[in-house]
Nanobody
Framework: QVQLVESGGGLVQAGGSLRLSCVAS????????MGWLRQAPGKEREFVAA????????YYADSLKGRFTISRDNARNTIYLQMNSLTFEDTAVYYC????????????????WGQGTQVTVSS
């Protein structure tokens, strides 16, 4: 099993920035990909960004490239999501997720999920 705990969400004004963190514990040696996904009220969960746990690959939703950056610190078993130039449309619950396979943008490919952290952008 893999446990994931997110932090860093909150309320921010439009144009501002936030950095989310996700700490992984448990059987982390099984992880292949870590990702961030989000779900806005009334909408389906959608892919935001993903990163290879041991390699160099990063993947982004096309609409978020240039504003969001995913990174990792393997020594701390932690991934981050730096979010800049936030807009009201970025308001959502952000979830950290892990996959033991190549999941990237496939929401259904993630087998482990955190509890989510709320990001609210005021316009």
């Amino acid at each position: 099993q893999v446990q994931l705990v997110e932090s860093g969400g909150g309320l921010v004004q439009a144009g501002g920035s936030l950095r989310l963190s996700c700490v992984a514990s448990g059987r982390t040696f099984n992880i292949y990909t870590m990702g961030w996904l989000r779900q806005a009220p009334g909408k389906e969960r959608e892919f935001v960004a993903a990163i290879s746990w041991r390699g160099t690959g990063t993947y982004y939703a096309d609409s978020l490239k240039g504003r969001f950056t995913i990174s990792r610190d393997n020594a701390r078993n932690t991934i981050y999501l730096q979010m800049n130039s936030l807009t009201f449309e970025d308001t959502a619950v952000y979830y950290c997720a892990a996959s033991t396979e190549v999941a990237a943008s496939d929401v259904g490919g993630y087998g482990y999920w955190g509890q989510g952290t709320q990001v609210t952008v005021s316009s």
